[in-house]
């Protein structure tokens, strides 16, 4: 991976550019607006939180910055590529080669186990090997605190535990950006804020951009940028912080 600390003296890359995004959905008798011609661009390692009431359309925006679903219309460039050119199967590959995440409800497979389910991302790739999947899984989940639980499966892991699971998962491949969606949302108070902190700490250790969706202003503005999405808009509320 890139680090992108090491030379502070290089202005940072726009790593996402989105110009005049919008997402409309189409109803039985009308056309619901979910944003319009928003603008947005972020740097390789920034920290970038969006922020919005329920039902503003932000986790729909993430799906759309992480190559998940498609935007109506306007421009999205991720690492590189222009990501409305694409068909599905080359945006999967955008994701698995850049993206890591990680979701509310932690998305682990409840069979497997800690260490298998950090591997899984890289069963995906055609050079895949056991041994050294096995290793960098190890060696995350050392560094997210989770060593000893390795062989326990989800359910006899607390929900920081599972959270901690899934940011060793999306951390594995390597990824340019991880997009969080309520990264805290399922955790309590003093559990969400080791969360937060880890988070943080790898994003600088490690120079991977962090895009954190989030109903917690508190957090948003632990982020070096801060959006609100407000009546179809982005607001940036960073100076606001």
């Given at each position: 991976?890139?680090?992108?600390?090491?030379n502070?003296?290089?202005?940072p890359?726009a790593?996402?550019?989105?110009?005049?995004?919008s997402q409309?959905?189409q109803?039985?008798?009308?056309e619901?607006?979910?944003?319009e011609n928003l603008n947005?661009?972020i740097k390789q390692?920034e920290?970038v939180?969006?922020?919005?009431?329920?039902?503003?359309?932000?986790s729909?925006?993430?799906?759309?910055?992480?190559?998940?679903?498609q935007?109506?219309?306007?421009?999205?460039?991720?690492?590189?590529?222009?990501?409305?050119?694409?068909?599905?199967?080359?945006?999967?590959l955008?994701?698995?080669?850049?993206?890591?995440?990680?979701?509310?409800?932690?998305?682990?497979?409840?069979?497997?186990?800690?260490?298998?389910n950090?591997?899984?991302?890289?069963?995906?790739?055609?050079?895949?090997?056991?041994?050294?999947?096995?290793?960098?899984?190890l060696?995350?989940?050392?560094?997210?605190?989770l060593?000893?639980?390795?062989?326990?499966?989800?359910?006899?892991?607390?929900?920081?535990e599972?959270?901690?699971?899934?940011?060793?998962?999306a951390?594995?491949?390597?990824?340019?950006?991880?997009?969080?969606?309520?990264?805290?949302?399922n955790l309590d108070g003093?559990?969400a804020?080791?969360i937060e902190?880890?988070?943080?700490?790898?994003?600088k250790e490690?120079?991977?951009t962090?895009?954190?969706?989030?109903?917690?202003?508190?957090?948003?503005?632990q982020?070096?940028?801060?959006?609100?999405?407000?009546?179809?808009?982005?607001?940036?509320?960073?100076q606001?912080?």
């Amino acid at each position: 991976m890139t680090d992108f600390t090491k030379n502070n003296s290089i202005m940072p890359q726009a790593i996402i550019s989105a110009q005049q995004l919008s997402q409309k959905i189409q109803l039985a008798h009308k056309e619901l607006s979910i944003f319009e011609n928003l603008n947005l661009e972020i740097k390789q390692g920034e920290q970038v939180a969006i922020t919005g009431r329920s039902g503003s359309g932000k986790s729909t925006l993430l799906g759309i910055l992480a190559t998940l679903d498609q935007a109506s219309s306007g421009q999205l460039i991720v690492c590189g590529e222009q990501i409305q050119t694409l068909n599905e199967e080359q945006r999967a590959l955008v994701r698995l080669k850049n993206i890591g995440f990680v979701f509310q409800s932690f998305q682990l497979l409840p069979h497997l186990t800690a260490l298998e389910n950090v591997m899984l991302p890289l069963r995906l790739k055609p050079d895949f090997n056991y041994s050294h999947a096995e290793n960098k899984a190890l060696a995350l989940l050392k560094r997210v605190g989770l060593e000893r639980q390795a062989t326990q499966t989800p359910k006899v892991l607390s929900g920081g535990e599972q959270q901690r699971v899934a940011i060793a998962r999306a951390l594995i491949s390597d990824p340019k950006i991880i997009f969080a969606d309520e990264p805290t949302g399922n955790l309590d108070g003093e559990t969400a804020k080791e969360i937060e902190q880890l988070l943080f700490e790898l994003n600088k250790e490690i120079g991977t951009t962090l895009v954190l969706v989030t109903h917690d202003v508190q957090l948003a503005e632990q982020c070096q940028k801060h959006y609100e999405l407000l009546n179809g808009q982005l607001v940036d509320r960073t100076q606001e912080a």
